[in-house]
């Protein structure tokens, strides 16, 4: 039998790709969002294979009963969350909120319904991180009260609430760190390094880089990156476990091989690096390769060349008229 899927966030980037996924698996798949970031035509793929759509905000727990009613779902992915850095200012207390009420919103569903749940933390976990690469172990370096702390302890909450459900109502949690995804579907004006690249290259403008460069990133593609996430689900794994690609470049390379690659010739242009951002990022995958046999596969170019379509189609379908959102740019 088929077993059901909710997917909170659905209509984002990951969570449709993470939606696609499931649904060639067999499953049926109910997407939970509110559009806050997500798009409709995210999902048009998954409307032609039977994704059913409800229009909600996970911080109603009323709207979500009456949406969801009469449906059972073994498995719940909470993917809903701005993530990009340019909303943290827009919408601080929003996203405090959809990781604590929000999120406990579908733990409660998870518990009455014996379901499984999956709670898409994030890298910023680690804050500035001291400890390089980063592993489940380390605590990070997380300011309370800077421009990132909306979202870094959004997650950190998000993880110890899912850690306090399995221990005081025994329900099945998993926690995936997730680290800088990529890939066809993200919003080409969302702020984040990879759409802000390709929009400013292939419209022949310097890309903006914060700070000389030298920090880095490490870039995980987003088909790696469901898949991940759905090894996790199926694994006995509840500790928190890092998904992304351990393959480490500095922001200034990404930005040489993205001019390269669309064939930009502007000057790249820098601002100030903006306060608390991480200096370097890189996953330790050891805790997710040994609990789940899963490791990443895409490699960058093969990603990008992906991307460069994808964000080709989008400024062709604007019209030429998007423009890349910088942090006090
Ligand atoms: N993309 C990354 O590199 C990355 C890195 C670390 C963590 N994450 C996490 O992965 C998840 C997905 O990220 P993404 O990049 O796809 O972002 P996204 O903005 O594209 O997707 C988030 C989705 O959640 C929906 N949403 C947000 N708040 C909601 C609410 N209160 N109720 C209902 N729906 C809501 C949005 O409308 C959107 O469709 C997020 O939780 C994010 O924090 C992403």
Request: a neutral charge; aromatic letters at 8%.
């Amino acid at each position: 039998m088929s077993k059901n899927a909710l997917v909170a966030g659905g209509a984002g980037f990951i969570g449709s790709h993470l939606t696609d996924l499931l649904l060639s698996k067999g499953y049926n798949v109910t997407v939970v969002d509110n559009l806050v970031t997500g798009r409709p035509q995210n999902l048009d793929a998954a409307r032609k294979n039977g994704v059913h759509y409800v229009d909600c905000d996970i911080r109603d727990a009323s709207g979500l009963a009456k949406t969801l009613a009469g449906k059972k779902f073994d498995e719940i992915y909470n993917l809903a969350s701005p993530a990009s850095p340019v909303d943290f200012a827009k919408m601080p207390v929003f996203i405090l909120e959809t990781g604590s009420i929000g999120h406990r919103n579908l733990l409660d569903l998870a518990r009455a319904q014996g379901a499984r749940i999956l709670f898409a933390s994030s890298s910023e976990v680690y804050g500035d991180a001291e400890v390089h690469p980063q592993v489940e172990s380390y605590f990070g370096n997380v300011n309370t009260v800077g421009h990132r702390s909306c979202y870094d302890e959004a997650k950190r909450f998000g993880e110890a609430l899912s850690l306090s459900y399995k221990i005081e109502h025994g329900v099945e949690v998993r926690m995936a760190r997730i680290f800088n995804t990529y890939g066809p579907r993200m919003r080409p004006d969302d702020g984040r390094i990879t759409p802000n690249f390709f929009i400013q290259a292939l419209q022949g403008q310097p890309l903006t880089i914060y700070g000389d460069g030298s920090q880095t990133r490490s870039f995980c593609y987003v088909s790696d990156q469901v898949a991940g996430q759905y090894a996790l689900m199926q694994s006995s794994e509840s500790r928190p476990v890092n998904i992304g690609n351990p393959i480490e470049r500095t922001v200034l390379e990404m930005a040489t091989t993205i001019n390269k690659l669309t064939g930009n010739t502007a000057e790249i242009r820098r601002l100030p690096l903006p306060e608390n951002d991480p200096k370097m990022r890189k996953p330790d995958i050891s805790r997710a390769k040994a609990s789940t046999g899963w490791e990443p596969r895409v490699s960058l170019e093969e990603g990008l060349q992906s991307c460069l379509e994808n964000f080709r189609r989008e400024l062709e379908l604007a019209g030429g008229k998007i423009t890349a959102r910088v942090l006090g740019g």
